[in-house]
Nanobody, 117 residues
Framework: QVQLVESGGGLVQAGGSLRLSCAPS????????MGWYRQAPGKQRELVAT???????NYADSVKGRFTISRDNAKNAMYLQMNNLKPEDTAVYYC???????????WGQGTQVTVSS
């Protein structure tokens, strides 16, 4: 069973920074596109950022210029560097990876990010 484990969440003041990590239980070379998603209370889960195996990235408009997604094959991990955090960034952040065989998405359990004003 493939597992994705997030870490790095916490409580931070507005304007602060956090770095989230996602560690897969398998080689990251077996994972196709990866991404970060978030879900705030009472809202639907939304895309934050995605990254392809070759490093092409895509961001939600709300985080462009503040968040940076990356994947480190040597460390077998994906990251989300979050700068200039705002209270509206408060949510549970999830890591997702698509694996071509068996052709399925896998999700982590989520990590809470809380930004105080």
């Amino acid at each position: 069973q493939v597992q994705l484990v997030e870490s790095g969440g916490g409580l931070v003041q507005a304007g602060g920074s956090l770095r989230l990590s996602c560690a897969p239980s398998i080689s990251i070379f077996r994972i196709n596109n990866m991404g970060w998603y978030r879900q705030a209370p009472g809202k639907q889960r939304e895309l934050v950022a995605t990254i392809t195996p070759r490093g092409s990235t895509n961001y939600a408009d709300s985080v462009k210029g503040r968040f940076t997604i990356s994947r480190d094959n040597a460390k077998n991990a994906m990251y989300l560097q979050m700068n200039n955090l705002k209270p509206e960034d408060t949510a549970v952040y999830y890591c997702k990876g698509f694996i071509a065989t068996p052709g399925a998405d896998y999700w982590g359990q989520g990590t809470q990010v809380t930004v105080s004003s």
